[in-house]
């Protein structure tokens, strides 16, 4: 099985920057696509971030400019630099991993969440 734990949610002023961490563990031959998606309180969830595993991303439009996702494929973590935070931010961030667990068997995996509020 595969394991996705995120890290680095917390409260910050409108502003702030926080760095979250989504490190993924268990029986992983290789990780493919990396993202990072939220949702706020009555919302759906939505695509944060996403990164291949040649490095390419995209985007959601709100967060262009200030959020930057990472990874690192020898820790099989990855990262999302959010930067000039505002309340709109708000919201439970959940990691999201496509894993190839031998050469055949993939699946996509989620964490369990961290929550980011942004608060004065």
């Known amino acids: 099985q595969v394991q996705l734990v995120e890290s680095g949610g917390g409260l910050v002023q409108p502003g702030g920057s926080l760095r979250l961490s989504c490190a993924a563990s268990?029986?992983?031959?290789?990780?493919?696509?990396m993202g990072w998606y939220r949702q706020a309180p009555g919302k759906e969830r939505e695509l944060v971030a996403r990164?291949?595993?040649?490095?390419?991303?995209n985007y959601a439009d709100s967060v262009k400019g200030r959020f930057t996702i990472s990874r690192d494929n020898a820790k099989n973590t990855g990262y999302l630099q959010m930067n000039s935070l505002n309340p709109g931010d708000t919201a439970v961030y959940y990691c999201?991993?496509?894993?190839?667990?031998?050469?055949?068997?993939?699946?996509?995996?989620w964490g369990k969440g961290t929550l980011v509020t942004v608060s004065s």
């Open positions: 999201n991993a496509y894993v190839y667990t031998s050469r055949v068997r993939s699946g996509s995996y």
């Open positions: 268990g029986s992983i031959f290789s990780i493919n696509a």
């Open positions: 990164i291949t595993s040649s490095g390419s991303t």
